[in-house]
């Protein structure tokens, strides 16, 4: 089937009908970062981070546009020079022609978004809701409450979720039981520490998320009756909102009888690429 072009204008409305900027927090960066709104977009590569593997991806696959999870410039620059990384980033996309946007915290909220993408992938089913509820819609809001199809150990489910997250250079942290029953799962994807709270007064019995620091999880767990802890990856457990976010986009512009072609990077961005486990002998010469 011969594709039919969009304009980034018009990939950029759907996006944005979608994952409304206004939903976006305050301190963040979300929409369009480099393109012209005319030009054509007939494939759209979906990534979490707008890193050099990305745009290399991008470009051998000749991509016209590249949506993003995370911002490139979320505090904001004055320059866009190529002596940075990010400005190399910038530099290479516009002189391919190949535009960058970005959605972030107003994917985190959206219904469905981030959370719900999480929840499926590490075996949550049956109906979802919002673990912290946007005070504007209750319907949106941060992470995800749900259960399992039945109760397994603590164990069994961090297992399940390895196998249902995409696989990094790490493995999931477990604080908590292993024998441990669970059947009710918060999950939040990305940074989700100053959840803990909200997880606890959920009233679940496990909470997934990434970043875990160690204060406060440790002084979550020394106190009675909060739920065990899974600490995943960062980008792992972003990364499965990628394929949810380009079908919603391409089902959207195609009742609008476009037809794009969207693809899921299959870069793994993560910041960690390597334990000591992965280490060979020669890695550790001089150690000891």
């Known amino acids: ?76 620059t004055t320059s866009v020079a190529a002596t940075t990384f990010k400005g190399r980033v910038v530099h290479r996309l516009i002189r391919n022609d190949v535009a960058l946007y970005t959605a972030h915290t107003n994917a985190d909220v959206a219904d469905p978004g981030v959370s719900d993408a999480l929840a499926r992938a590490v075996g949550l089913s049956g109906p979802l809701r919002p673990l912290q509820p946007s005070a504007a819609d209750p319907r949106r809001g941060l992470g995800r409450v749900g259960d399992l199809p039945a109760p397994v150990t603590l164990g069994e489910f961090a297992a399940r979720a390895a196998a249902g997250l995409p696989r990094t250079a790490g493995p999931l942290r477990v604080a908590g039981d292993p024998g441990r029953p669970v059947r009710s799962v918060a999950v939040c994807g990305g940074a989700g520490d100053s959840l803990l709270g909200t997880a606890r007064a959920a009233g679940v019995d496990v909470y997934l998320t990434a970043d875990l620091r160690h204060h406060p999880a440790s002084e979550h767990m020394e106190a009675e009756g909060g739920p065990a802890l899974v600490d995943a990856s960062h980008w792992a457990t972003e990364w499965p909102w990628l394929a949810d976010a380009a079908g919603r986009l391409t089902s959207a512009l195609a009742a609008g009888g476009i037809t794009v072609e969207a693809r899921v990077s299959d870069a793994v961005t993560d910041a960690w690429t390597a334990t000591t486990t992965d280490l060979t002998p020669e890695h550790l010469e001089g150690l000891g």
């Open 1 to 76: 089937m011969a594709l039919i072009s969009s304009t980034l204008a018009e990939v950029v409305a759907s996006m944005e009908a979608l994952y409304d900027p206004s939903w976006a927090e305050s301190w963040d960066a979300v929409g369009l970062v480099c393109g012209e709104p005319g030009q054509p977009v007939r494939k759209v590569l979906f990534a979490v981070d707008p890193v050099a593997a990305v745009v290399d991806e991008a470009l051998a696959w000749g991509a016209d546009l590249v949506v993003t999870h995370h911002p490139l410039y979320l505090r904001g």
